[in-house]
């Protein structure tokens, strides 16, 4: 059943409970992560990063064939765009959701350019997420961890000048692996979430500490991006194995499936798709 990633988040701000969006790379992946959604009875959001694939145009295609063809609620997300012509193509080519990232960038210009996709892909019937402050990279987690945090006034108005349907926000989690200990800001996050009334997504969920991902749900967050720690997990499965190359992405997936469901199970979505 192929959706949009806010008819997801909706039902799970309303439940309580979080929705892993795990970053698929290629078909084997695509296939793992419904696999996994499947198993658990659970909703699932596909990120595809346009730098993590040989073809966004195409992966596209198939996780939205592959998600009609599924009975679990699917979305198919375009995860950090950064330019205006990636999220054309990426509504142009089956997504149903795309993150515009503009947090780089000043907050008036922020505002303009992702105001002006969402009206595009409101148009169609495409959700949109955003990121307000701005998410680092774990290995300069120690020096940036303090830059980006996100204001809680700041993304009230945010939210109202841009109509978007999810806000990222950053509140001391990072993208990637952490050199140092995550220090999550949760007073933060409780202003945040008594100030914006759109779902809340936490980016950089890998290595965050399983403590601290279900503390944050519980204070708001609905959506968590993962990624390395699904492929750290599957390289580590690959190693395990001494059988031909033929094999490999199997054994990959064997370790990316086992986190994925380990992160899903976690965060209470255990039978969710019952509730749409
Ligand atoms: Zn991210």
Known sequence: MLVTAKDILLVAKANKFGVVAPNVCNESTIRAAIQVA?????????????WQTQDMVLLGRIAEYMAVRSSMPIAV??????????????????????MVDRSAMPFEQNVQEVS?????????????????????MGDSYDEDRDAGLTNAAEAAEYVKQ??????????????????????????RLAELNSAV????????GSGSGD??????????????????????????????????????????????????????????????????
């Open 116 to 136: 002006d996709l969402v009206r595009i892909a409101h148009s169609v019937g495409v959700s949109v997420e955003s990121e307000l402050g701005h998410v680092g």
């Open 197 to 204: 009334n759109v779902p809340l997504v936490l980016h950089g």
């Open 77 to 98: 997300q375009l995860d950090h765009g950064s330019k205006f012509s990636d999220a054309i193509l990426a509504i142009r080519s089956g997504f149903t959701s795309i």
């Open 38 to 50: 499947e198993d658990i009875k659970a909703p699932i959001i596909l990120d595809i990063c346009d």
């Open 211 to 276: 403590e601290n991902l279900v503390k944050a749900i519980a204070g708001g967050i609905t959506k968590i991006n993962i990624s390395s720690d699904l492929f750290v997990e599957g390289e580590a499965a690959l190693k395990a194995d001494k059988r031909t190359a033929y094999f490999a992405f199997d054994k990959i997936c064997d370790g990316y499936k086992a986190k994925l469901k380990y992160y899903m199970e976690l965060f209470g979505e255990t039978g969710a798709a019952l509730k749409f």
């Open 162 to 187: 841009t109509n978007i349907d999810s806000l990222a926000v950053a509140i001391g989690t990072a993208h990637g692996l952490y050199k140092g200990t995550p220090r999550l800001d949760f007073d």
